[in-house]
């Protein structure tokens, strides 16, 4: 199994341009989250989902998207990004039978510019 | 809310032994905890299931007081793998909200 990926690793992006973070698991997790990591203040849900077709948004969802079409992905989108979305971002996906224990992607950096 | 963790950072020796809080306002149903090391993903120590049950690490221990809404992770006789960031977490119906953090430094 690989577990949960992410990409890309790095990425440098220009204020106002959009793209997309993947974020695949191949453990059948009904349960899937995006967190972003700044110094300081820990882990911070953005959106997350609890199914194919249902998302929620969490702590800071604004200026992200996300859908969930299948179970296998969770795509986080930048719309226009900003320089206050630079940081580090995790997806992790979890299931009901194990008490939703995170198993976090290796992460990607993004730098805003 | 975000849970409260205290202290901040702590620096060991080791063998030495720390204890780190997790505080909610919140009433906790199941406390999670975390460990990150510098430039990695944060991986899973264990889990505090109301009513006591505990689930995780062989040699780290943890309590969880539904009562005063806190947990707390015990690390005994510290090693030098020990260092890294730890984090409490509290499930909210499958949904985690992690609290700050604290660091944590063994030194030789």
């Known amino acids: 199994n690989a577990g949960v990926t992410q990409t890309p690793k790095f990425q440098v992006l220009k204020t106002g341009q959009s793209m997309t973070l993947q974020c695949a698991q191949d453990?059948?997790?009904?349960?899937m989250s995006w967190y972003r990591q700044d110094p300081g203040m820990g882990l911070r849900l953005i959106h997350y989902?609890?199914?194919?077709?249902?998302?929620d948004q969490g702590e800071v969802p604004n200026g992200y998207n996300v859908s969930r079409s299948t179970t296998e992905d969770f795509p986080l989108r930048l719309l226009s990004a900003a320089p206050s979305q630079t940081s580090v971002y995790f997806c992790?996906?979890?299931?009901?039978?194990?008490?939703?224990?995170?198993?976090f992607g290796p992460g990607t950096r993004l730098t805003v510019t | 809310q975000q849970p409260v963790q205290s202290p901040q950072a702590v620096i060991l020796r080791e063998g030495e032994d720390a204890v780190i809080n997790c505080s909610s306002s919140?009433?906790?149903?199941?406390v999670h905890w975390y460990r990150q090391k510098h430039g990695e993903a944060p991986v899973f120590l264990m889990i505090?299931?109301?009513?006591?049950e505990q689930k995780g690490h062989e040699k780290i221990s943890a309590s969880f007081n539904e009562k005063k809404q806190q947990s707390s992770l015990y690390l005994t006789a510290s090693q030098l793998s020990y260092s890294g960031t730890y984090f409490c977490?509290?499930?909210?119906?499958?949904?985690?909200?992690f609290g700050q953090g604290t660091e944590l430094s063994v030194k030789p």
């Open positions: 919140k009433a906790l149903y199941s």
């Open positions: 977490a509290l499930n909210q119906g499958g949904k985690l909200i």
């Open positions: 992790a996906s979890s299931w009901q039978g194990s008490s939703y224990e995170q198993y």
């Open positions: 453990m059948n997790h009904e349960y």
């Open positions: 505090l299931l109301k009513g006591g």
């Open positions: 989902s609890v199914g194919a077709g249902i998302t």
